[in-house]
């Protein structure tokens, strides 16, 4: 079995700072594409951010210049640091990623999802 595991959520005063964290765990060869996702209260869940296995991320509009993904590949985890907050990035946070998989002497693919952080930007 693969588990994501996230932290970082929390409430923050608008500019202020956050870090997530998603820790993978399990038979796990190596991560590949992984991105953080946002889902606020009344809306679709929509695409924040992904890194792929070589380094190369892309950004939502909406949080270019204020937001970074990174990687740690030889502890299983992706971050989201999160600088200049607005009100309007309130919403719960989901990580995703691909993994490969040891099995015996074998490789396999899957995709998992972590169980949500909250993050409230409020003063």
């Known amino acids: 079995q693969v588990h994501l595991v996230e932290s970082g959520g929390g409430l923050v005063q608008p500019g202020g700072s956050l870090r997530l964290s998603c820790v993978a765990s399990?038979?796990?060869?190596?991560?590949?594409?992984a991105g953080w996702y946002r889902q606020a209260p009344g809306k679709q869940r929509e695409l924040v951010a992904t890194i792929n296995s070589g380094g190369s991320t892309n950004y939502a509009d909406s949080v270019k210049g204020r937001f970074t993904i990174s990687r740690d590949n030889a502890n299983k985890t992706v971050y989201l640091q999160m600088n200049s907050l607005k009100p309007g990035d309130t919403a719960v946070y989901y990580c995703?990623?691909?993994?490969?998989?040891?099995?015996?002497?074998?490789?396999?693919?899957?995709?998992?999802w972590g169980q949500g952080t909250q993050v409230t930007v409020s003063s």
């Open positions: 995703n990623a691909g993994v490969l998989m040891a099995d015996g002497t074998s490789l396999r693919e899957g995709d998992y």
């Open positions: 399990g038979r796990i060869f190596s991560l590949k594409v």
